[in-house]
């Protein structure tokens, strides 16, 4: 399994968060968030969901059980959609 701890730091740091942010949106304490990410300790079954939702990623996402993200894309058009589709192709040409 990856290391939950890293993913979660990853994650957390990405959008410029705190350990106290996320802890807050998450109901947990700051040292707990601390924990998850030195794996000391494993989130519940509850949090872990939360945290996925906080992040926009699937649970297996963060378990390593895929390593794919996922965009999410509520409230965009269909055409919008296949707009970012086709943007995501041509980031991924080689140059």
């Known amino acids: 399994m990856v290391d939950l701890g890293n993913r979660l730091k990853t994650l957390r740091t990405g959008k410029h968060m705190t350990q106290r942010q996320l802890a807050q949106l ?26 996925a939702s906080v992040f926009g990623v699937s649970t297996d996402y963060l378990l390593g059980l895929e390593n794919r993200r ?7 058009t269909e055409r919008q959609i296949q707009i970012i589709n086709e943007l995501i192709g041509e980031l991924r040409k080689p140059e």
């Open 70 to 76: 996922r965009l999410n894309a509520e409230g965009l």
């Open 26 to 51: 998450i109901g947990v304490t700051k040292s707990m968030v601390s924990a998850y990410e030195t794996a000391i300790r494993y989130p519940s079954y509850d949090i872990l969901i939360r945290l």
